[in-house]
C-alpha cells in the first residue's frame, strides 16, 4: 500500500552516517503507544508486527505521526516480524518475505506523505530488528541467556535481516538487545549485507539485562565497520546518561539512546505499569554528553518527540 508521490521525495540524499557527524539527529517514538491510540488491539503474540498483513495503513499513518512531530528517522514495524513467528500464525514464508519488505516501504511511504506536506529535512527509515526474545513474546527480550548459542542466534537473524536490507532501509536498527552474546551474532549476521546499523542494548543500570557490564558488552562494536552508532534503549531515562558515556568511549562512535517513559512492563499481564519519568528537557544534557540519535520508546508518543525536535533544533 504506496502512494503515487515520487520515491525521490522520500530517499534522503544525505546518509545517515553524515548525517550524525553534522549534528543530532530526532529518532521517533514507540510505534504500539502511537496504535493502541489510534484504536487498534495489541493484544497479540505478533504485537504492532499483526498490523503489516490486516491494517498497513495504519502504520504509514502512525509513521507519518512522528515525522510530522519532528522526527528525522522513523523505525519500522518488524521488531516482532519473524519467520518463525509469521509461521505460528499460519502465515508461510514468502508472505512472511512480503510482510518485512512491507514494513519499509510503509515507513518509506509515510516519508513520501510527509515532504507532500512540506517537511523539507531528510526523513530516514531504520529497519527494526528485534531481538530473539521479541518472537517468543514472552518478555524474555528483557532478559536474554536463551539457552542458545551464537552461531544459533545468528542463524536466526540472518534471513530476516536479509530481507530488510534487500527492501532499502537507510540503517538496520539492531534494538533492544539483552546481552552481548545475541549482540556478537546480530554483528555477524549484518556483515556483507551492504546496509549500515546501528546496535543498541536494553540495560537495567550499568549493565545488560542479561548482566554483562556495558563496557565489555560496547566493545564489539568498536571495530565493526557496518555499525554507525552504538547505544541503548527501552531502559529508564534514568540509565541513559551513563550509557552515553560508556558507549562514547569504549566504541569512538555516536551515541543512539531512545528510552521508554519510566514505566515497567508487566509480561504476564502485557501492560506498562508505573509512572512515566521521561522529560523531553533531558535532551540537551544527553546531546552535550556525546548522544547523537535521539528519541524515544514504548510509551513515548509524538508531542514528546516534538519537545526533543525543538530542544535539539
Given at each position: ?210 548482566g554483562q557490564p556495558l563496557e565489555e558488552a560496547f566493545a564489539p562494536a568498536a571495530d565493526a565497520d557496518e555499525v554507525i552508532a552504538v547505544?541503548?534503549n527501552c531502559c529508564v531515562p534514568e540509565d541513559v546518561p551513563a550509557a552515553i558515556e560508556t558507549a562514547a568511549r569504549v566504541t569512538g ?61
Amino acid at each position: 500500500m504506496t502512494s503515487d508521490i515520487p520515491e525521490t521525495l522520500a530517499v534522503p540524499s544525505v546518509p545517515l552516517a553524515e548525517a550524525l557527524a553534522a549534528g543530532p539527529v530526532v529518532l521517533d517514538g514507540g510505534m504500539s503507544n502511537q496504535l493502541e491510540s489510534a484504536g487498534h488491539d495489541l493484544s497479540d503474540e505478533l504485537w504492532s508486527a499483526r498490523l503489516l498483513a490486516q491494517r498497513p495503513e495504519a502504520i504509514t499513518e502512525a509513521h507519518l505521526a512522528y515525522y510530522e512531530a519532528g522526527a528525522d528517522v522513523a523505525i519500522t514495524s518488524s521488531y516482532q516480524a519473524t519467520f518463525e513467528g509469521f509461521a505460528k500464525r499460519g502465515i508461510e514464508r514468502e508472505r512472511a518475505a512480503e510482510l518485512l519488505a512491507l514494513s519499509v516501504g510503509l515507513a518509506r511511504d509515510a516519508a513520501r506523505q510527509a515532504r507532500a506536506k512540506g517537511v523539507r529535512r531528510p526523513l530516514y527509515v531504520a529497519a527494526s530488528v528485534g531481538p530473539y526474545g521479541a518472537m517468543l513474546a514472552d518478555g524474555s527480550e528483557y532478559r536474554g541467556r536463551y539457552g542458545l548459542s551464537v552461531a544459533e542466534l545468528e542463524a536466526f537473524h540472518r534471513p530476516r535481516l536479509e530481507v530488510l536490507a534487500a527492501a532499502g532501509p537507510d540503517v538496520l536498527a539492531l534494538e533492544t538487545v539483552p546481552d552481548s552474546d545475541e549482540a556478537e551474532a546480530l554483528l555477524r549476521a549484518v556483515r556483507g549485507l551492504g546496509v549500515p546499523a546501528w546496535l543498541s542494548y536494553s540495560v537495567a543500570g550499568d549493565r545488560t539485562r542479561a548482566g554483562q557490564p556495558l563496557e565489555e558488552a560496547f566493545a564489539p562494536a568498536a571495530d565493526a565497520d557496518e555499525v554507525i552508532a552504538v547505544g541503548v534503549n527501552c531502559c529508564v531515562p534514568e540509565d541513559v546518561p551513563a550509557a552515553i558515556e560508556t558507549a562514547a568511549r569504549v566504541t569512538g562512535k555516536p551515541v543512539v539512546v531512545y528510552p521508554n517513559s519510566g514505566e515497567s512492563w508487566n509480561a504476564g499481564a502485557r501492560r506498562w505499569e508505573g509512572r512515566s519519568s521521561f522529560s523531553a528537557e533531558e535532551v540537551t544534557g544527553w546531546r552535550t554528553s556525546g548522544a547523537r540519535l535521539i528519541g524515544g520508546c514504548c510509551r513515548v508518543g509524538p508531542e514528546a518527540i516534538s519537545g526533543i525536535a525543538g530542544a535539539l533544533r
